[in-house]
């Protein structure tokens, strides 16, 4: 363990982890380009740091990472990159199975995977499937995934129920409307992180980061390791979460609780 990573673990306060972590893997074409690599290459070395994050996640007892691993507006990318990050998909899923599933890690999926290739969605049921009864953390994978496409297929949904009287309009509020999206009943995210340098969200979890904690690093992908995982979090915890209310009434209710 490197010096930086004991020091942080050492401030680190454990009754304060975000619950929920989303990230944003960002910069792996721009880490291949620096090498005078194909991109491909800086997918495989991003593929490397997503494993090194969900065993760092299961380790400090984070509850669930949701990664944002391809993009509804990736499609329109070169088809050998498309076909390169299927297939790396495909190549990590069958790796990491029984690692994933003898660590206690739910596998689930958010977007349009029906819009996957067979080969995927079948590499994808067997580990969802194979770690269904997991509880030590869920490993959320969007995949052809944008949040406007989510609310847009949600709203849809709640319209035909209504329209076949399943369900009432009047019953629709925010609380229903969270529980028809792709995330269901997973909380929100309370920390979201957004590697590569740029400062956007890029249509990942609009409805469900409306309060979440947003951490932007210059770090390309592959080179997002534990520690730069600690100082994400040593950031949250510094932050006051106020939820729209007054410092003062957040004191209130940590002295009543
Ligand atoms: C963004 O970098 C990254 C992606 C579009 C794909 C992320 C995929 C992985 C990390 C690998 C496989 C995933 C799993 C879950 C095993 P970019 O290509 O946009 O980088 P750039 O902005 O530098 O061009």
Known sequence: MSEFESQALEKLNPHKLPWHVAIIMDGNGRWAMQRSLDRVEGHKAGAESVRVVVKACRELGIKILTL???SYENWQRPANEVRSLMNLLVHYLYREFRAIRDNGINVRTIGRSFDLPVRVQKA???IITGTAHNKAMIMNVALSYGGRDEIVRTTRHLLKEAMEGRIKPEQIDEKL???????????????LIRTGAEFRISNFLLWQSAYTELYFTDVLWPDFRKEQLLSAILDYQRRERRFGMTSEQLSKIATIS
């Open 124 to 126: 994808l049921n067997r």
């Open 68 to 70: 944002y691993a391809f």
């Open 177 to 191: 409307f969270a529980r028809y999206l792709d995330t269901g009943d997973l909380e929100d995210p309370d920390l």
